[in-house]
């Protein structure tokens, strides 16, 4: 039988249900408990976890995963609940009983729930508040592309459990209101409605004002609010008054309930109420009052899965369901305002460890295999057990070397850019995996010729109301363009999903997305987010620096570059001619279409995402022709790829005795150091031109030797990219239109004096010539700084 079409075990027994998730919550607070009381770490810093925000969602959870979720369905879990979730998967028998006693150590499950290093088939990582949650709304886009191009999957419901707090987060608002969100019909979010965040109780009643965004956007809003004793309550005969009551409650004054003694409790709850509550109240004794009035349906289990469906029911646009919760459900920190990093004493949780039954020997324990609970955990392990990924998924997917572009005229990267994705778009085995994206700049990166040939995805056709001789805007489920709006946190959570293809909708894609490159840093916490997440994607920031002369500070981009090099998982790349992009890009391609693999001959780790930062800047091209004609294309596309080459060789003036000096460049700026290299040699300086392609494969293979080194207590080599790039030692001068400080290294890693040019400051409009003298990047510049470099021998 096919797992994953397979029904979900029939009738779900409540009683079963119940006793699944007192184990649920009892080890994901032991998880944190022995976290911190059982292991000594020997530094002295407290080892944390979160056992309230855990308990939260322990109800919603066990429902999910003991009685709602089939195989395909992809879930991404609220940072705080991670110890949940792994005491779910340890249930379910997908995770070794040896990892509980390993939260937040070394090797061990992870603080927050991550796809790249927790053993249990973590869907989405989450930790960063907001991004988790919007993820999955990305998935199911990327989802709804792939069923569009690739034939349809089975279908997966994507669901995204989120701290009610994690709304204040602008990301999430961002995500709903964008277009290309629209009519996710398998998107399920879950809002943890605990009231409650780090600091406080959340102030007032936000959820009425929450439930009108989502509405406004076309979201399907459930409520899973009161439990089954407060709507019995409420149907008795003047019960209704309770409603209206809680309904009007300040969160402060609601949270202020709980901790209290049953007779505090009715005091409390009845101060300021109208009378005819205080009424009704009378009629109740207070220990059943006091578990009236808390009794929410985010902890009944019938009450969520009855509104699980009611989710499922509307299959045209997404759902979002507000769970009520207590934050610390259960446990003796219940509700406290301070509980977030609250943890129980060793005296509590020994008395929990009773309540259940269980002793020291027993309380790591499964659930029995031979009672009604564990035969129901051994049926759901069978039912959600994922069926392995198709190979044949991508396997017509071969990316060229090259695609053989020819720039005889000035030239921008930018420009070229946008060329050879038209001519891979030409290719049968490029063509069907190429997706792009952009934030509302398609154009204005050169993307059109792409969109041209390949269209603008749409899930359903759109009629064109006007014609554009020069961008065919055609929209259907055929387009392989996604426009979105100007949200830079959607572009590169939507990257990091359409890279996670391969994964969570079992088809690899070649994910391109272009962006101004200052706004890089605008949708950099979800950059960040997407390549921890193991996402796999390229994207283009252009145009950059202060090359883009006339649009002024505001638009120029500076530390954009460091953040290239400096960002794990992430290859930068900066050419500045254009068949050195077609081979860069080409080859970055291919390494994003081995998944898991590594692209030969240049970066034997590469398996992450790449970083153009390009420009609108035209530059001649003569002088790369000349370094092929010199090189040959073999050897200087290897050395293109590993991250630099000698552009301009001044060796032989230096054999013949003139002093060595090497300016090395990096981007738009070529021309001026090129220019710099010619005046030096006038005045009998050898000067060698090295083009740095990727700052960041250089500095990685030095660090790599260097590390190397320290590892094995022995004297580090120097890097082939280095040598071949600087085979002899001379000072070096270094210019950049990004911050110095990128290639300040380089006088260390070659071990001589080194003087860095780059742009330290914000920039202003003007014309480039302006800029590049205004930051000391024009060929006057270049050449004083060669004759420091010099003098500091
Ligand atoms: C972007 C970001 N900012 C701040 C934090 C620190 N932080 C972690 S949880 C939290 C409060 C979350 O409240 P809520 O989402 O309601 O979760 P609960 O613990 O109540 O379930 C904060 C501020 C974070 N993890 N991520
Ligand atoms: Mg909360």
Not at 42 to 47: A, E, F, I, S
Not at 184 to 194: A, H, K, R, Y
Not at 562 to 582: C, Q, R
Request: hydrophobic share 40%; charged share 20%.
């Amino acid at each position: 039988m096919d797992i994953a079409s397979s029904p979900p075990p029939a009738d779900y027994d409540h009683a079963v249900l119940e006793e699944i998730q007192q184990r649920v919550l009892w080890l994901a607070t032991r998880i944190i408990d022995a976290a911190n009381h059982d292991r000594d770490t020997g530094d002295g810093v407290k080892v944390g976890g979160h056992q309230a925000s855990s308990a939260s969602l322990v109800t919603v959870m066990t429902a999910l995963y003991f009685a709602h979720l089939d195989a395909p369905d992809r879930v991404s879990v609220k940072p705080h609940a991670s110890p949940v979730y792994h005491a779910i998967q340890y249930l379910l028998g997908n995770l070794d009983r040896s990892y509980l006693t390993t939260l937040r150590a070394f090797g061990g499950l992870q603080s927050y729930p991550s796809r790249t290093k927790d053993p249990d088939g973590v869907d989405f990582s989450t930790g960063s508040v907001g991004l988790g949650a919007a993820a999955p709304l990305f998935a199911a886009a990327t989802r709804r592309y792939v069923d569009a191009h690739f034939g349809a999957r089975p279908r997966s419901r994507f669901i995204a459990l989120i701290g009610d707090a994690e709304l204040d987060e602008g990301n999430i608002w961002e995500a709903v209101a964008d277009p290309a969100t629209d009519g996710l019909g398998d998107v399920l979010w879950i809002v943890d409605v605990n009231r409650q965040s780090l600091d406080r109780v959340v102030p007032g009643v936000r959820i009425a004002q929450w439930e009108q965004q989502f509405s406004a956007a076309g979201w399907h809003v459930v409520e899973a609010k009161y439990g089954r004793a407060l709507q019995a309550a409420f149907a008795q005969a003047g019960g209704e008054c309770i409603r209206s009551w809680i309904d009007a409650m300040p969160n402060e004054h609601y949270q202020s309930l709980f901790g209290l003694e049953p007779a505090e409790v009715r005091e409390r709850f009845l101060d300021g109420a109208p009378a005819e509550v205080k009424e009704f109240c009378s009629g109740v004794d207070d220990e059943e009052l006091a578990a009236l009035v808390t009794d929410l349906a985010g902890h009944d289990l019938n009450s969520l899965l009855d509104a699980f469906a009611q989710c499922d029911s509307d299959r045209d646009r997404p759902s979002v369901l507000f769970a009520y919760t207590i934050k610390g459900w259960g446990l003796p920190i219940a509700g406290n305002p301070r509980n977030h990093s609250a943890l129980l004493t060793t005296t509590q949780i020994s008395h929990m460890r009773e309540q259940l039954q269980l002793t020291p020997a027993t309380e790591w324990d499964r659930l029995d295999p031979m009672t009604p609970a564990g035969q129901w955990a051994a049926a759901r392990r069978e039912h959600l057990a994922r069926a392995p990924h198709t190979a044949a998924a991508g396997s017509t997917l071969q990316v060229p070397d090259s695609t053989g572009l020819r720039a005889a005229r000035p030239i921008s990267t930018q420009e070229a850019f946008g060329r050879i994705l038209v001519d891979l778009s030409r290719s049968e085995s490029v063509r069907p995996y190429l997706v792009t994206t952009a934030p509302d700049v398609a154009t204005s990166t050169n993307l059109a010729g792409f969109i041209n040939r390949a269209g603008v995805f749409s899930p359903v056709p759109r009629r064109a109301w006007s014609e554009d001789p020069v961008l065919k805007w055609a929209e259907g489920p055929d387009g392989q363009h996604i426009e979105l709006g100007i949200s830079e946190m959607n572009l590169f959570l939507l990257l990091g999903q359409l890279g996670l293809a391969w994964d969570l909708s079992d088809q690899p894609l070649l994910p391109v997305g272009t962006v101004y490159d200052p706004f890089v840093l605008r949708g950099l916490d979800a950059f960040i987010y997407s390549v921890y997440s193991g996402a796999r994607f390229v994207v283009a920031g252009t145009p950059s620096g202060v090359t883009l002369a006339p649009e002024g500070g505001a638009h120029q981009s500076t530390i954009t570059a460091s953040v290239g090099i400096e960002l794990p998982n992430v290859t930068f790349i900066e050419p500045a001619y254009a068949v050195a992009l077609d081979w860069l890009l080409c080859g970055a391609l291919q390494s994003v279409a081995t998944v898991g693999g590594s692209l030969p001959g240049t970066e034997p780790t590469e398996t992450g995402s790449y970083y153009f930062r390009l420009t609108t800047r035209g530059i001649d091209q003569q002088p790369f022709q000349a370094a092929r004609e010199r090189l040959g294309d073999a050897i200087l596309r290897r050395q293109v790829l590993a991250g630099a080459y000698r552009l301009v060789d001044a060796s032989e003036s230096a054999a013949a005795g003139a002093p060595p000096v090497y300016l090395v460049g990096c981007g738009a700026v070529l021309p001026e150091v090129l220019a710099a290299a010619a005046e030096l040699s006038d005045e009998g300086i050898a000067a060698s031109v090295v083009d740095v392609t990727s700052p960041d494969r250089l500095y990685r293979a030095w660090q790599r030797t260097l590390r190397q080194g320290v590892r094995t207590a022995t004297t580090p080599s120097v890097p082939g990219a280095l040598r071949s790039a600087f085979p002899d030692r001379a000072p070096v001068v270094t210019v950049h239109d990004a911050a110095s400080h990128t290639m300040s290294w380089l006088g260390s890693a070659i071990g001589v004096p080194a003087v860095s040019l780059g742009v330290d400051g914000f920039g202003q409009s003007g014309a480039v010539a302006d800029l590049y003298r205004a930051h000391d990047l024009d060929p006057g510049s270049i050449v004083n700084a060669a004759l420091a470099a010099l003098s500091l021998r």
